[in-house]
């Protein structure tokens, strides 16, 4: 068989705004996990204050990690290249796909 191969043991899937039960099977009729909140490429799905709050953690780990930096007598304008590079690069990873619940 030649194409695309979906490994069911690992495939899960989401169903928004779905007042009956829905279940999905791929087509050797294996179904397929059916889940509320999962994480994907480093950040959760569905729960965006999770997701929100894990990324602030991190963002204040990576903060933490340049605090020899912070004190150091590097100029100004260095220190807000490595702060945009690292720590706001880390807070606003995958914010495109962040959901907006009203």
């Known amino acids: 068989m030649v194409g695309l191969h979906m490994n ?3 495939t899960k899937f989401m169903a928004y705004n779905q007042q009956v039960p829905v279940c999905l099977r791929t087509h050797e009729g294996t179904a397929l996990e059916k889940v509320e909140d999962f994480r994907y ?4 799905i569905e729960s965006t204050s999770k997701d929100i ?3 602030k953690a991190a963002a204040w780990r990576a903060c933490n990690k340049l605090e020899k930096i912070w004190k150091s ?3 100004r304008k260095l220190k807000i290249r490595l702060f ?3 720590v706001e690069s880390v807070l606003l990873y995958s914010c495109e796909a962040w959901m907006v619940i009203p």
Request: zero cysteines.
């Open 8 to 10: 069911a043991g690992k």
């Open 41 to 44: 490429l480093g950040f959760h």
């Open 53 to 55: 709050n894990s990324r």
């Open 73 to 75: 007598d590097l100029p």
């Open 84 to 86: 945009l590079s690292t």
